[in-house]
Each structure stands twice: as structure tokens, then as C-alpha cells.
């Protein structure tokens, strides 16, 4: 379970804090879908909860370790950023032995895990180019694969779908409901409500900085008496009111 | 015109290159990273005296050849040095970066997608080129000018060479350096040989350049200060000037031009068709040259050489570092001029005939008490002039951030830093210590104290000067340059070194001529160098736990 308490994050010389009193719990098995308009927080939490930013103020913890343990709590944890950055001078294969090496993953393992996800996100073929010749996809596909190259607890992705093709569109989302469908928690922010609506099990909606919502589509629903209203209609409309 | 302006403009908005250099020294404010006010005056007052040093040096140079130049004929002498030093120094310090600015550059991906027509880019980059490295040309010449207007007057002339060789001067070298860069792109040894090729030609410039002063140096008195046997150079220097002039013909006339308006008017026009030529070849070459330079990326690795071994986390890490400093060629010149500087400079010497008096030298230095004392400093002082360690979480740029994602303690990238940091300095250390002591018959059991004393201080001052980079780490820059030749903290991991160097010369050289016996004063060093890597080492993970925390 993922537990954030009360985060707070404030940049300097900004008066209105990028994320404000943040509270909230994800359990496992859930895929929790993060939205919200541009500039609301949803990449200052993921970089929080990810360890890339610290808290002003508030507590992270996942399955019990708070992220102050860090090494324990990033071995849990897989993240795939937005725009995703590699060393451009390897090769993808080398990237991920990299990654196996810092997780200390077994041979046998590692062999397996590269092969399976990289011919599930259909990038076999390149993995021996150099990373500076990948196309934005390709890279998008590479950062994927390396998050989960480590059978993360919880898995982080940044607008996971951007660039991507729709047959590796299509492969990641069935990844995410398999993985977790085995009891794993996944996090990721999106723009694309249609997205979320058929993925997500929860929903978190933000926006300046204080989460709107929490819980899943159909409390949405009715706790604004939408009926079958969609997604897109409610998250604009609790956007809307709170700007 | 007016948009290759606002191009210039851009880049100097985007990149800041004089506020983020002043920035690094602590000047900036911010409320949580606020430097100690003494530690940043302390700091700019010493870079400032480095800087007057070498001016100093270069100035006190260009005094003897210029007049000894009178007494032989050739009064421009101090002057036609100087454009060489200029010269050669510009090519040599731009070579690594030309590539970069000209076409490889983040912005210039970003800017030829924009509806800019090819030429005005390219000229854009040229100035930009020119804007960079002019300053650098002006530091290696000024002096000479302020010192053959002090020897023999100022004119009318003189004063408009000067303000046009402050000019214009650049444009030689750097239309060399820019044709050089556009032929090896053109020729796609770029491609094929990638920074391999710049570094070689890279060395040969370096070779070039320190033969150069190799033969300047021969002419200092036999007592070794820094005064000039002019008796003794009118029989060995002026051939060779005279074989130099003729070489660099077109800087011969330039140093001419300060005392007559012919040679003046030659040079520049000289300088400007050599400039106009290098325009003209950039700009219309610039489009092909884009798309060979963005091509070049997409060349495919051989398949079946690829292994998944297991390596430790500390093993993956050192290799990254090597990856790093393979991925810009800036990184990977800087790296090998550092580590082997003390063999570039024997080959000169054997080359240039210098090597015979650096053995009278030698001589000299083998009958002092304290002679193995003396060689361990001279190594120490080589081996530990690097930015290697002081620039070495700078050149992650950006990628710093993925550290804070792995799950490594932040004593395992500081070991990772520091062990790869041995095994390039510690290995040619021992192997420069090794050398010598055979090649002066000393026998290598002295190794038994060098050694480790050589590890132990390399690993010491290698800890501090990570900590320094920890501190306030280069993640955000454009130019290869900027996080590690162009970097304050290099600066600053030189004046670790100093410190250390002094040190260490005091326990090793001061205590036995004080009468304290050799063996204490070397188990005393020992001691120094263990307690300074203790103390280091805890400052760079301390530093380090923050930077991967923030």
C-alpha cells in the first residue's frame, strides 16, 4: 500500500505551493490513475514519491517503508518519467544490464526478463543500437521495460502512453492490468482521460496543487450526480470550479 | 542580419555562459545553498591570482624573446611568439569544442527544426564560435603587447594592430580549427571513428604546442632561474627562429604589423580571406554537415558481442564513468592530455633534443639528500593535476538525476567515483613512479613507501575534490566544455591539489632537512594522506547523501 500523508512541496520564489497537503492511500492491486491540467502537481508528487524530489513537509511510505529508507523503498519502486533520459552512448541492451547490475538482478533472471519484455513491447530488434538513434517510442518503450525490469512492488509512469504506437499502446495496457492483477500497485499520471477511464481502478484528480478527488469512477459519478456523464465532462467541471 | 543577432541573443540568454561561470563560484543567492562569504572570497581571490600568475608568466616570457629579439634583429620577436602561443592555444583549446557548437550542440537540433534559413545558423554559430574563444586569443597575446609597448614605445601603428590583431587575430585559428572539423565530418571519419579521431588530432596539436615550448625553454640560463642566457640563445635560437618565421610565415607578419603599416595591412587581409574562406565553406557545407553529424547517430552496433554478466553495483558504476567520458570528446581530451602529460612531455624532449639537458638537470637533482622525496612530489604534482573527480558528477549533467532513483547507498557512487578515479590516476602514478625510479638506478624498493603514500594521497585529494563536486554540481549545461574544462570546480580541485602538494613537501622534504630522520618524515606523510582520505571521504558521501537527496 501506498501512503502518502499530508505532502507539501513548495519551489523557491513561488508563492503558491506546487503541491499542498497532499493526502493519499493506494492499495495493492489498484491502478490509480492520476489527472489533472497542466501545472497542478501531478509530476511534482510523482517526483516526490519517486524519491527525485524531497517533501517540504508530509510523509511517503509504500507497504510500511517510508521513502527515508530510501534504498530499501526505491528497490520497490519502478519509474518511467515523461521524457525519459538515458545515456546516449549505449546501447538499450547495455542500459538494461546496467539497471540489472544496480538492482542486482540474477543472469538467469535478468536474461529472461529482458527478452520477455522486450518482445512484449516489440523492441528486440534494436535493443543493440546505440540509445541516440532510438525515436521518441522507441525510447518511451525502452523506459518501460526498464521499470519493470526489476518486478517493481510499485510501478510510477509519467504519461506513460505519449509516443507510442497503438500496438505497444495497446501491449502496455494489458502489461498494467496483469501486473496488477498480481497484487502490484500502479501509479500513473495521464492527459488522456479515455485512458484512464478504461484502465484505472481509482482516480486521483488535482489541480493547483490540493487533490480534488479520490476514489474510484462510479463514486465520481454519483457523488455529482453525473449519470452517464463522461469522464471528461466531470474532470472539467471539477477543474473548472476549483480555478 | 538581424535574426543571426537574435540567434546570438538566444544563445546567450539560454546558456548564460559569464553568470552561470560566476555562479558557480557561490556568488548566486539562494536561501538554502548559501555559501560561506568566506569561503567564496577566499576562493575568488586565489582563482584571481592564478590568473595573474600565468599572465604574469606569459608577460615575463614574451619580455626575454622580445628583447632579445632586439639585440638579434628581429624586434617583433616577443610579439611573433606571442601569435603563436595565440594560435596554436586557440586551436587547441577550441578543437574539442568546434564540433560541439558548430553542429552537434543540444540548441542546434532544436533551432534547425525552425524556419531559419541554413546560412543564417551557420553564421550564428560561427559568432558564436568567434564570441567564445576571442577572449581566450586576447589573454595569450595581450601581454606580449603590453610588453613591446613598454620595451619600444607606442605609435600610431602599434596601436591599430593592436586593436585590429585583438580582432581579428582569432580568425586564423579558429577558421583552421572550423575547416578541420568541417573536412572530418565531410570525410565521415567522424562517423567512423568518432571521438577517437578528435582525440588524435587533438595530441598531435598538444605534441605540436609543447615542442614548441620545449624549444623556448632550452634558452633559460644554466642556473635554471628565470633569467635569459642571451649569449647562449644567439647561437641556438636564431636558426631556429629563423626556421620558425618561415614555418608560420603568415604570424610573422602579423607581429610585424604592430611596427610597420605593410606588413599590417598583409596580415589582415591575410587573416580575413582566411576567415571569409572558412565562412563561406561552413555556410554552404552547414545543411550536408547537419544531416552527416545527425546521421552519424543512427550507425548500428555489431550484434552477438553483447553480455549479461553479473556485475557488482560498484563495478556497473565505474564503467558508467568511462561511458561518460567516452560520450563527449571534450571529456575524453581533457581525460587523456591529464593522464599523459609526463609521456607527451619526454617524447618532446627526446624529440626536441631537450631530454639531454633535462638529465644534467636530473644530475643535479640526484645528488640532493632527499632526491626520492623530490621525484614522489614532482609525480604527486603531475598525477593529481586532474578534473577528473572534480568534474565527475558535472559530467553526468542531467542524468545526475537518475541517481537519486537507484537504490545505492551514497557511499557506493562516492567508492564508484573514487576507485575509477585510481585506477586511471593511481595506475599511471605508479607506473610514472616505477619508471623513474628505474630509469635513475634507484631500484624500486622505495616503491614500498611510494606507493601507498601515492594511493593514499591520490585517493584523498581525488575525495575532496568529488565533495566540491557534490556540492554544486554542473547538471545544467549545453557545451561539453562547461562541465568540465569551463567548470569553476576543476578550479577549485587544482587548489586541493596545491594544498596537499604543499603539504606533503613539508613532511617530506622540510622535516628531513630539519634533521627528523627520512623514515618518520614518510610514515608522518602516510599518516597525513590516511587521516586527509578519511576525512575526505566522509565530507564526499556527506555531500554526496544531500546532492542525492535534493
Same mark, same amino acid.
Given at each position: 500500500?501506498?501512503?502518502c500523508?499530508?505532502?507539501?512541496?513548495?519551489?523557491?520564489?513561488?508563492?503558491?505551493?506546487?503541491?499542498?497537503?497532499?493526502?493519499?492511500?493506494?492499495?495493492?492491486?489498484?491502478?490509480?490513475?492520476?489527472?489533472?491540467?497542466?501545472?497542478?502537481?501531478?509530476?511534482?508528487?510523482?517526483?516526490?514519491?519517486?524519491?527525485?524530489?524531497?517533501?517540504?513537509?508530509?510523509?511517503?511510505?509504500?507497504?510500511?517503508?517510508?521513502?527515508?529508507?530510501?534504498?530499501?523503498?526505491?528497490?520497490?519502486?519502478?519509474?518511467c518519467?515523461?521524457?525519459?533520459?538515458?545515456?546516449?552512448?549505449?546501447?538499450?541492451?547495455?542500459?538494461?544490464?546496467?539497471?540489472?547490475?544496480?538492482?542486482?538482478?540474477?543472469?538467469?533472471?535478468?536474461?529472461?526478463?529482458?527478452?520477455a519484455?522486450?518482445?512484449?513491447?516489440?523492441?528486440?530488434?534494436?535493443?543493440?543500437?546505440?540509445?541516440?538513434?532510438y525515436?521518441?517510442?522507441m525510447?518511451?518503450?525502452?523506459?518501460?521495460?526498464?521499470a519493470?525490469?526489476?518486478?517493481?512492488?510499485?510501478?510510477?509512469?509519467?504519461?506513460?502512453?505519449?509516443?507510442?504506437?497503438?500496438?505497444?499502446?495497446?501491449?502496455?495496457?494489458?502489461?498494467?492490468?496483469?501486473?496488477?492483477?498480481a497484487?502490484?500497485?500502479v501509479?500513473?499520471?495521464?492527459?488522456v482521460?479515455?485512458?484512464?477511464?478504461?484502465?484505472?481502478?481509482?482516480?486521483?484528480?488535482?489541480?493547483?496543487?490540493?487533490?480534488?478527488?479520490?476514489?474510484?469512477?462510479?463514486?465520481l459519478?454519483s457523488?455529482?450526480?453525473?449519470?452517464?456523464?463522461?469522464?471528461?465532462?466531470l474532470?472539467?467541471?471539477?477543474?473548472?470550479?476549483?480555478? | 542580419?538581424?535574426?543571426?543577432?537574435?540567434?546570438?541573443?538566444?544563445?546567450?540568454?539560454?546558456?548564460?555562459?559569464?553568470?552561470?561561470?560566476?555562479?558557480?563560484?557561490?556568488?548566486?543567492?539562494?536561501?538554502?545553498?548559501?555559501?560561506?562569504?568566506?569561503?567564496?572570497?577566499?576562493?575568488?581571490?586565489?582563482?584571481?591570482?592564478?590568473?595573474?600568475?600565468?599572465?604574469?608568466?606569459?608577460?615575463?616570457?614574451?619580455?626575454?624573446?622580445?628583447?632579445?629579439?632586439?639585440?638579434?634583429?628581429?624586434p617583433?620577436?616577443?610579439?611573433?611568439?606571442?601569435?603563436?602561443?595565440?594560435?596554436?592555444?586557440?586551436?587547441?583549446?577550441?578543437f574539442?569544442?568546434?564540433?560541439?557548437?558548430?553542429?552537434?550542440?543540444?540548441?542546434?537540433?532544436?533551432?534547425?527544426?525552425?524556419?531559419?534559413?541554413?546560412?543564417?545558423?551557420?553564421l550564428?554559430?560561427?559568432?558564436?564560435?568567434?564570441?567564445?574563444?576571442?577572449?581566450?586569443?586576447?589573454?595569450?597575446?595581450?601581454p606580449?603587447?603590453?610588453?613591446?609597448?613598454?620595451?619600444?614605445?607606442?605609435?600610431?601603428?602599434?596601436?591599430?594592430? *593592436?586593436?585590429?590583431? &585583438?580582432?581579428?587575430?582569432?580568425?586564423v585559428? !579558429? =577558421?583552421?580549427? +572550423? %575547416?578541420? /572539423?568541417?573536412? @572530418?565530418?565531410?570525410?565521415?571519419l567522424?562517423?567512423?571513428?568518432?571521438?577517437?579521431?578528435?582525440?588524435?588530432?587533438?595530441?598531435?596539436?598538444?605534441?605540436?604546442?609543447?615542442?614548441?615550448?620545449?624549444?623556448?625553454?632550452?634558452?633559460?640560463?644554466?642556473?635554471?632561474?628565470?633569467?635569459?642566457?642571451?649569449?647562449a640563445?644567439?647561437?641556438?635560437?636564431?636558426?631556429?627562429?629563423?626556421?620558425?618565421?618561415?614555418?608560420?610565415?603568415?604570424?610573422?607578419?602579423?607581429?610585424?604589423?604592430?611596427? *610597420?603599416l605593410?606588413? &599590417?595591412?598583409?596580415?589582415?587581409?591575410?587573416? !580575413? =580571406?582566411?576567415? +571569409? %574562406?572558412? /565562412?563561406?565553406? @561552413?555556410v554552404k557545407?552547414?545543411?550536408?554537415?547537419?544531416?552527416?553529424?545527425?546521421?552519424g547517430?543512427?550507425?548500428?552496433?555489431?550484434?552477438?558481442?553483447?553480455?549479461?554478466?553479473?556485475?557488482?553495483?560498484?563495478?556497473?558504476?565505474?564503467r558508467r564513468?568511462?561511458?561518460?567520458?567516452?560520450?563527449?570528446?571534450?571529456?575524453?581530451?581533457?581525460?587523456?592530455?591529464?593522464?599523459?602529460?609526463?609521456?607527451?612531455?619526454?617524447?618532446?624532449?627526446?624529440?626536441?633534443?631537450?631530454?639531454?639537458?633535462?638529465?644534467?638537470? &636530473?644530475d643535479?637533482?640526484?645528488?640532493?639528500?632527499?632526491?626520492e622525496?623530490?621525484?614522489?612530489?614532482?609525480?604527486?604534482?603531475?598525477?593529481?593535476?586532474?578534473?577528473?573527480?572534480?568534474?565527475?558528477?558535472?559530467?553526468?549533467?542531467?542524468?545526475?538525476?537518475?541517481?537519486?532513483?537507484?537504490?545505492?547507498?551514497?557511499?557506493?557512487?562516492?567508492?564508484?567515483?573514487?576507485?575509477?578515479?585510481?585506477?586511471?590516476?593511481?595506475?599511471?602514478?605508479?607506473?610514472?613512479?616505477?619508471?623513474?625510479?628505474?630509469?635513475?638506478?634507484?631500484?624500486?624498493?622505495?616503491?614500498?613507501?611510494?606507493?601507498?603514500?601515492s594511493?593514499?594521497?591520490?585517493?584523498?585529494?581525488?575525495?575532496?575534490?568529488?565533495?566540491?563536486?557534490?556540492?554544486?554540481?554542473?547538471?545544467?549545461?549545453?557545451?561539453?566544455?562547461?562541465?568540465?574544462?569551463?567548470?569553476?570546480?576543476?578550479?577549485?580541485?587544482?587548489?586541493?591539489?596545491?594544498?596537499?602538494?604543499i603539504?606533503?613537501?613539508?613532511?617530506?622534504?622540510?622535516?628531513?632537512?630539519?634533521?627528523?630522520?627520512?623514515?618518520?618524515?614518510r610514515?608522518?606523510?602516510?599518516l597525513?594522506?590516511?587521516?586527509?582520505?578519511?576525512?575526505?571521504?566522509?565530507?564526499?558521501?556527506?555531500?554526496?547523501?544531500?546532492?542525492?537527496?535534493?
Amino acid at each position: 500500500m501506498l501512503e502518502c500523508a499530508a505532502l507539501t512541496k513548495r519551489y523557491e520564489g513561488k508563492e503558491r505551493a506546487a503541491v499542498d497537503s497532499l493526502s493519499l492511500t493506494i492499495g495493492g492491486g489498484e491502478i490509480f490513475g492520476f489527472l489533472g491540467p497542466n501545472g497542478a502537481g501531478k509530476s511534482t508528487t510523482i517526483r516526490m514519491i519517486v524519491g527525485l524530489l524531497s517533501p517540504d513537509s508530509g510523509t511517503i511510505a509504500f507497504r510500511g517503508v517510508p521513502s527515508t529508507r530510501s534504498v530499501e523503498y526505491k528497490r520497490m519502486i519502478g519509474y518511467c518519467a515523461d521524457e525519459p533520459t538515458f545515456y546516449e552512448k549505449m546501447t538499450g541492451f547495455e542500459h538494461l544490464t546496467f539497471l540489472s547490475d544496480l538492482y542486482q538482478i540474477e543472469e538467469s533472471r535478468r536474461t529472461d526478463r529482458i527478452g520477455a519484455l522486450s518482445e512484449r513491447m516489440l523492441l528486440t530488434r534494436e535493443l543493440n543500437d546505440p540509445i541516440s538513434s532510438y525515436s521518441h517510442g522507441m525510447r518511451q518503450k525502452l523506459s518501460v521495460i526498464a521499470a519493470l525490469l526489476h518486478e517493481p512492488k510499485l510501478l510510477i509512469l509519467d504519461e506513460p502512453m505519449v509516443g507510442l504506437d497503438p500496438k505497444a499502446s495497446f501491449t502496455l495496457k494489458t502489461l498494467l492490468k496483469e501486473y496488477a492483477g498480481a497484487g502490484n500497485t500502479v501509479f500513473f499520471s495521464t492527459h488522456v482521460l479515455e485512458v484512464a477511464e478504461q484502465l484505472c481502478t481509482t482516480l486521483g484528480i488535482i489541480s493547483e496543487g490540493a487533490l480534488l478527488y479520490n476514489g474510484s469512477f462510479a463514486d465520481l459519478r454519483s457523488q455529482n450526480g453525473a449519470g452517464q456523464q463522461s469522464l471528461e465532462s466531470l474532470f472539467l467541471s471539477l477543474t473548472e470550479e476549483q480555478t | 542580419m538581424n535574426s543571426v543577432l537574435s540567434l546570438i541573443k538566444g544563445f546567450w540568454v539560454g546558456t548564460k555562459p559569464i553568470s552561470s561561470f560566476i555562479e558557480r563560484f557561490g556568488f548566486a543567492r539562494s536561501k538554502k545553498r548559501r555559501r560561506s562569504r568566506v569561503v567564496m572570497i577566499v576562493l575568488t581571490v586565489l582563482t584571481l591570482v592564478m590568473i595573474l600568475y600565468f599572465l604574469a608568466m606569459l608577460a615575463f616570457t614574451y619580455w626575454g624573446y622580445q628583447t632579445f629579439g632586439l639585440l638579434v634583429g628581429k624586434p617583433h620577436l616577443g610579439l611573433f611568439l606571442a601569435m603563436v602561443v595565440g594560435c596554436i592555444g586557440t586551436m587547441i583549446f577550441s578543437f574539442s569544442s568546434v564540433s560541439n557548437v558548430l553542429y552537434r550542440a543540444d540548441d542546434v537540433r532544436f533551432l534547425s527544426a525552425l524556419p531559419i534559413a541554413s546560412h543564417t545558423l551557420a553564421l550564428s554559430r560561427l559568432a558564436i564560435l568567434y564570441i567564445l574563444y576571442a577572449p581566450l586569443y586576447a589573454f595569450m597575446t595581450l601581454p606580449a603587447v603590453v610588453v613591446a609597448a613598454w620595451i619600444g614605445g607606442l605609435d600610431a601603428t602599434f596601436v591599430i594592430a *593592436s586593436l585590429i590583431n &585583438l580582432v581579428i587575430g582569432p580568425f586564423v585559428p !579558429l =577558421a583552421l580549427v +572550423t %575547416l578541420l /572539423v568541417a573536412l @572530418v565530418i565531410r570525410s565521415g571519419l567522424a562517423k567512423r571513428a568518432g571521438s577517437t579521431s578528435k582525440v588524435l588530432v587533438m595530441v598531435l596539436f598538444m605534441l605540436f604546442f609543447i615542442a614548441l615550448s620545449a624549444m623556448m625553454t632550452r634558452s633559460l640560463d644554466a642556473s635554471g632561474s628565470l633569467a635569459f642566457d642571451y649569449q647562449a640563445m644567439v647561437g641556438s635560437m636564431v636558426p631556429l627562429f629563423t626556421r620558425l618565421e618561415r614555418i608560420f610565415s603568415p604570424l610573422s607578419l602579423q607581429a610585424k604589423g604592430y611596427l *610597420s603599416l605593410q606588413p &599590417l595591412l598583409l596580415s589582415s587581409l591575410l587573416s !580575413l =580571406a582566411v576567415g +571569409t %574562406l572558412a /565562412v563561406g565553406v @561552413v555556410v554552404k557545407t552547414y545543411d550536408q554537415n547537419l544531416s552527416r553529424v545527425a546521421s552519424g547517430t543512427a550507425r548500428k552496433r555489431a550484434k552477438g558481442a553483447v553480455t549479461v554478466r553479473r556485475r557488482s553495483p560498484l563495478s556497473a558504476l565505474m564503467r558508467r564513468e568511462a561511458v561518460i567520458i567516452k560520450s563527449q570528446s571534450a571529456f575524453t581530451f581533457e581525460v587523456v592530455g591529464e593522464l599523459f602529460i609526463p609521456l607527451i612531455l619526454i617524447g618532446v624532449w627526446a624529440v626536441t633534443g631537450t631530454i639531454g639537458e633535462m638529465a644534467t638537470l &636530473l644530475d643535479a637533482v640526484l645528488t640532493l639528500p632527499v632526491v626520492e622525496e623530490v621525484i614522489f612530489l614532482i609525480l604527486s604534482l603531475v598525477s593529481n593535476m586532474t578534473m577528473i573527480s572534480s568534474t565527475s558528477v558535472s559530467r553526468q549533467g542531467p542524468q545526475f538525476a537518475q541517481d537519486r532513483l537507484y537504490p545505492l547507498e551514497a557511499s557506493q557512487f562516492v567508492c564508484a567515483k573514487l576507485l575509477f578515479h585510481l585506477l586511471l590516476v593511481g595506475a599511471t602514478n605508479l607506473f610514472y613512479l616505477s619508471g623513474a625510479l628505474l630509469l635513475l638506478g634507484r631500484g624500486v624498493t622505495s616503491l614500498i613507501w611510494m606507493a601507498p603514500l601515492s594511493l593514499l594521497s591520490i585517493a584523498a585529494v581525488s575525495s575532496f575534490q568529488l565533495a566540491i563536486d557534490y556540492h554544486n554540481p554542473n547538471e545544467e549545461w549545453t557545451l561539453a566544455q562547461q562541465a568540465m574544462k569551463s567548470n569553476p570546480n576543476g578550479l577549485f580541485g587544482l587548489l586541493v591539489m596545491l594544498a596537499w602538494i604543499i603539504v606533503a613537501a613539508l613532511a617530506l622534504i622540510v622535516l628531513p632537512l630539519l634533521g627528523i630522520s627520512p623514515l618518520l618524515s614518510r610514515l608522518l606523510a602516510l599518516l597525513i594522506a590516511a587521516l586527509c582520505l578519511l576525512f575526505g571521504y566522509r565530507v564526499a558521501v556527506s555531500q554526496a547523501s544531500s546532492a542525492l537527496s535534493r
